[in-house]
Structures are given as structure tokens and as C-alpha cells.
């Protein structure tokens, strides 16, 4: 395959089937220009790939370069990118079926007779459908597997501008999320997210995602950078995911979890409405049975008297109240000995 020859698929996502595919010119220009601030190249033949153990930002193999990070990723890049999985399960929730993360995957477009050709790594990769789609098993190849809609890339101590973003423009990628976390913020390059959208071969910056209906740059930086979800972001994913449910005639009522979960509650509802229901009428039996013991000695109660010993019964033989029953003198009396005024 030439460069930036690719077919139709390539370009094509689980929920936008009519992006067009990247121009082949549009691929060729970029190669000559890319930078990787943040990277320093380390000589990585073809061969050496399957035993090559760290991360790569880019490599290609006309080159035999990869573009590795000068400074290794530490928390704050792991566990931010690692957030937009756990936002989506909850989406998926609300909406009512699966979206997918495959996490840091390589990226990589082959040459005509299959081989790597060139390979960038995603830092999160999200399908929407990925029961309709797809998708890789290990690597994502350009122009075989749909590409995701999504791509999150967390720029800390690096900056996609200059490289991954325009290959990410010339490949096709329909929806990128760049951003920037507070502990990577210069004054060039402030804190937030911004949003690349495919509009037919360049990308444009929107205020919003397209994927993700009606969530925003900030509230998109807000959930991936808070150190635990709020319940004002858990506002706005349930109102994504709705967005989303609506689109498509789903709700929380097909989740999976949740059904197994609704199922529960309503089989522990009605066994625990039998075992209530089954104690009070043991309740009321046992206190009418007392009724009858004072009116066979001649005591007569108030009308009330059942309802109030059914509550007070002390055990299931009702030994107390029993003994009360044959010792009184009148009710009064009955409740004085049960302790009751």
C-alpha cells in the first residue's frame, strides 16, 4: 500500500458510516513535517517490533525510526486517560447498550504486502457499537478495521499538534479529544480539552461532541481530571446518555446490569411482602387467641385490643402475653404485667 492510500473503511466510524476517506496527497504532505515535542527517536527496525517493550508515540519504517517519550508517563497521564472508560460505562448505562475502550492500541497502516509500514499508539479508543463494528483483536489497521469513534489523546508532557494530530486528520479519525491536564498546563498550551471533528478531510474545532451529543469541552475536562466522579458530572452523563438513548430507542431498561439487578429487587420485594404479610397474620392470630382466654375468664377488652397486642407480641409462642392473659384482673391490669401503660 502507498502512503496515505487507503480505502473507504478506513475512514469510516460505528455511528458516522459517511465520513469520507482521507486524500492520499493530503497523507504524503504530513510525512515530511511531522514533530513529536516530547519524543526522542531511537532507531527500531521492522524486525525488532514483536521484542520492542516501551511505548511508541510513532514509527514508521521508510525511517526506521520510532519516536519514543523522553520523560515516562506517570500517574496523572495513566489515571486520566483511564477515566474516559469508567464516564463511558456509566453513558452505556443510561443509554442501554455497550460502548467499548481498547485503551492505548496501536495504530498502524501496511505496506502492499501486509507488514507494518507505519504505527502510532491512542492513548483511549472508544466504539460506540462495537457489536456492529469492526474491530481489532490486537492492532487497528488502517483501511481493514472501523475506526473508533473516539480518540483520546492526553498531552502532559508532549504535544500532538505538530504529528499525531495531522495523521489522525489524514487517517480519517471522525472524533480526537486532545487534552491538555492542569499539571501539563503552560501558558501556550492552558488546561482543558478541545475537540477535533472530521469535516470531510480537515479538522475542525467544535465546542462539543458529536459522538457523545451535547457534551461539552469543559464538562469533558471537568470528568476526566475531578479525582472522583461528582454527582454534577454523573448529571451530565445521565443526560448524555439519554441524548443518546433517544437517538437510538434505548434507555436504562436494556442494560444488561440493571435488568438482572431490576429483577432482584422485585423477587426480594415480593418474597419480603410474603414474609411481612406471613408475620402479621401470625401476629393477629396469636392476639386474638389471647382475646379469647380473657373472655372465657369473663374479662372483656376494648376494641382495640387486638390491633395493640398484635404489635406487642414478644415471640412466636406468646409465652408473656399468655401468662398475663390468665393472671389478670381486667385489661388495665393485662398491660401493667406486659410492662405496657
Known amino acids: 500500500m502507498a502512503y496515505g492510500t487507503l480505502p473507504a473503511r478506513a475512514a469510516r466510524s460505528t455511528s458516522d ?16 513535517g511531522l514533530q513529536f515535542p516530547g519524543c526522542r527517536p531511537i532507531t527500531l527496525r521492522r524486525d525488532q517490533l514483536a521484542d520492542f517493550d516501551g511505548r511508541l508515540e510513532y514509527w514508521e519504517a521508510r525511517t526506521r525510526t520510532a519516536w519514543v517519550l523522553a520523560e515516562p508517563t506517570g500517574g496523572i497521564h495513566e489515571s486520566t486517560s483511564r477515566r474516559l472508560p469508567e464516564l463511558a460505562r456509566l453513558i452505556a448505562t443510561v443509554r442501554g447498550t455497550p460502548i467499548r475502550a481498547f485503551g492505548s ?16 499508539q491512542a492513548d483511549e479508543t472508544l466504539y460506540l457499537h462495537p457489536r456492529r463494528a469492526h474491530v481489532p483483536s490486537g492492532p487497528l489497521v488502517i483501511g481493514v478495521h472501523d475506526l473508533p469513534d473516539v480518540v483520546l489523546e492526553v498531552d502532559q508532557t508532549t504535544d500532538i499538534r505538530r ?12 472524533e480526537l479529544w486532545l487534552l491538555v491536564p492542569p499539571a501539563g498546563a503552560t501558558r501556550r498550551r492552558p488546561a482543558g480539552v478541545t475537540i477535533h471533528r472530521l469535516a470531510g478531510d480537515r479538522y475542525e474545532v467544535v465546542p462539543e461532541s458529536a ?18 466522579t461528582t454527582e454534577r458530572t454523573c448529571r451530565v452523563l445521565e443526560r448524555v446518555g439519554r ?19 431490576g429483577h432482584r429487587e422485585r423477587a426480594e ?5 410474603r414474609a411481612e404479610g406471613e408475620t402479621a397474620g401470625r401476629a393477629e392470630g396469636q392476639a386474638e387467641f389471647v382475646r379469647t382466654m380473657l373472655a372465657e375468664r369473663g374479662i372483656m377488652v376494648s ?5 395493640r397486642a398484635a ?6 409462642g406468646g409465652t408473656r402475653m399468655a401468662a398475663a392473659a390468665l393472671a389478670c384482673t381486667d385489661e388495665a391490669d393485662f398491660w401493667r404485667r406486659l410492662g405496657r401503660t
Open 243 to 261: 441524548a443518546l438513548g433517544a437517538r437510538e430507542g434505548t434507555g436504562p431498561q436494556d442494560d444488561p446490569l440493571l435488568r438482572v439487578l
Open 303 to 307: 376494641e382495640s385490643f387486638t390491633a
Open 17 to 32: 458510516r459517511d465520513t469520507p476517506h482521507s486524500a492520499s496527497g493530503r497523507d504524503r504532505r504530513t510525512l515530511a
Open 163 to 174: 504529528g499525531k494530530l495531522p495523521l489522525y486528520e489524514a487517517w480519517g479519525f471522525p
Open 269 to 273: 420485594g415480593e418474597a419480603a411482602g
Open 311 to 316: 404489635k406487642d407480641v414478644d415471640s412466636p
Open 211 to 228: 459522538a457523545f451529543p451535547g457534551w461539552t469541552a469543559c464538562e469533558i475536562h471537568v470528568a476526566l481530571t475531578e479525582p472522583l
Open 105 to 120: 492500541v496501536d495504530l498502524r497502516v501496511n505496506d502492499e504486502a501486509g507488514r507494518a509500514d507505519r504505527i502510532m
